[in-house]
């Protein structure tokens, strides 16, 4: 019984071990490409990134030369 106790445990990390080492690499080379750009001064774009079985959609949102762009109170729209 006590050779049994040793045994199994032994057999299971070995089996553990041979799965690990049998299994396949995660070789994922993905293609990206730009899919639109933003114009102008503002910026901003998006990019997709895609391997087989998986696709990642990345935007950046744009980015603006002041920090509130356009609102009456804090931009350029009271000015005295």
Do not use: H, K
Not at 49 to 59: L, Y
């Amino acid at each position: 019984m006590r050779v049994l106790r040793l045994i199994v445990p032994a057999l299971m990390a070995g089996g553990a071990a041979a799965a690990i080492i049998a299994a396949p690499a995660a070789s994922a080379n993905p293609q990206c490409e730009v899919t639109s750009e933003g114009g102008g001064f503002a910026g901003g774009a998006t990019t997709m990134c895609s391997s087989p079985g998986n696709t990642q959609i990345v935007s950046r949102p744009p980015v603006y030369a002041m920090p509130w762009y356009g609102d009456p109170f804090y931009g350029a729209g009271m000015v005295f």
